[in-house]
T-cell receptor
Framework: AQSVSQHNHHVILSEAASLELGCNYSYGGTVNLFWYVQYPGQHLQLLLKYFSGDPLVKGIKGFEAEFIKSKFSFNLRKPSVQWSDTAEYFCAVNAGAAGNKLTFGGGTRVLVKP | GAVVSQHPSRVICKSGTSVKIECRSLDFQATTMFWYRQFPKKSLMLMATSNEGSKATYEQGVEKDKFLINHASLTLSTLTVTSAHPEDSSFYIC??????????????FGDGTRLSIL
């Protein structure tokens, strides 16, 4: 069965700092990779996704993620965070044979101090 | 953009009550919807896959007689928590993807339902 692990449970940083959230998955076949964000009191929203092609994916709000197949990783980055980036971030994987169902990582709570 | 509506957003009820949660895709059709459960400070765990016109597919460890799923139309799936008990208190979230599109289509999530059983 596939699994997803996010290394950091909580991250606290100041505005303008750079952010990198780790995500590793275990599945040997073709995967689709996602990062979702959940702002306080809101539903999950898609930040970015990787299906194929360029392993460096750019998403909304200045986020990007890099798929490194050899490391089974899909880390999320943002060069300069803002207070409004305070949220919980979830990495998710969909294995090709599993249809559209997603396996989520444990989530990372990010607090950006003004 | 695609919108998934979930209702109600919050339910508080007594132990032994059955609670129905609705998940609607508002501007697209979805033959498949997914029901997740999110425990406090934990990630989302898939409970079941709701299939339009057929039986739901439950994940291991999820009681199908406890969590009844009905997907009667291409825009509506319901989750009924039968004879709910305090341990069923949780945040339930549904998701749906467009029918007929690429199987890689990302899921759109509802706002979730916070269920509290007293």
């Amino acid at each position: 069965a596939q699994s997803v692990s996010q290394h950091n449970h909580h991250v606290i940083l100041s505005e303008a700092a750079s952010l990198e959230l780790g995500c590793n998955y275990s599945y040997g076949g073709t995967v689709n990779l996602f990062w979702y964000v959940q702002y306080p009191g809101q539903h999950l929203q898609l930040l970015l996704k990787y299906f194929s092609g360029d392993p460096l994916v750019k998403g909304i709000k200045g986020f990007e993620a890099e798929f490194i197949k050899s490391k089974f990783s899909f880390n999320l980055r943002k060069p300069s965070v803002q207070w409004s980036d305070t949220a919980e971030y979830f990495c998710a994987v969909n294995a090709g044979a599993a249809g559209n169902k997603l396996t989520f990582g444990g989530g990372t709570r990010v607090l950006v101090k003004p | 953009g695609a919108v998934v509506s979930q209702h109600p957003s919050r339910v508080i009820c007594k132990s032994g009550t059955s609670v129905k949660i609705e998940c609607r895709s508002l501007d697209f059709q979805a033959t498949t919807m997914f029901w997740y459960r999110q425990f406090p400070k934990k990630s989302l765990m898939l409970m079941a896959t709701s299939n339009e016109g057929s039986k739901a597919t439950y994940e291991q460890g999820v009681e199908k007689d406890k969590f009844l799923i009905n997907h009667a139309s291409l825009t509506l799936s319901t989750l009924t928590v039968t004879s709910a008990h305090p341990e069923d208190s949780s945040f339930y979230i549904c998701s749906a993807g467009r029918t007929g599109g690429d199987s890689n289509q990302p899921q759109h999530f509802g706002d979730g339902t916070r269920l509290s059983i007293l």
